[in-house]
């Protein structure tokens, strides 16, 4: 059965930085969805399964890289300049299908155990 493992999160200040790690038992498409407290899960980012297409929420971009590495089957999500409203549980996500919307939840297939990321005033 395909696994997901993350991890990274932490307690960070306003400002500071993260990178989360996602490692994976195949390679996948892959990115990371957040679900704040009370909130809905969002979108945040997207890597095909080469690392040569890449797609970022808005509230991500000019702040946060996704990147892989192959040859270990993960993903990482560096996080700079990290905000209060950043707080949630990250959840590394994986799919089959390099086709249909990057931020639908619906057309990933897997998914990791979630990681806290808490950023402090």
């Known amino acids: 059965q395909v696994q997901l493992v993350e991890s990274g999160g932490g307690l960070v200040q306003a400002g500071g930085s993260l990178r989360l790690s996602c490692t994976a038992s195949?390679?996948?498409?892959m990115g990371w969805f957040r679900q704040a407290p009370g909130k809905e899960r969002e979108f945040v980012v997207f890597i095909s399964w080469s690392g040569r297409y890449t797609a970022y929420a808005d509230s991500a971009k000019g702040r946060f890289t996704i990147s892989r590495d192959n040859a270990k089957n993960t993903a990482y999500l560096q996080m700079n300049s990290l905000k209060p409203e950043d707080t949630a549980v990250y959840y590394c996500a994986a799919r089959n299908s390099y086709y249909g919307a990057y931020n639908s939840e619906r057309l990933y297939d897997y998914w990791g155990q979630g990681t806290q990321v808490t950023v402090s005033s």
């Open positions: 195949g390679r996948y498409n």
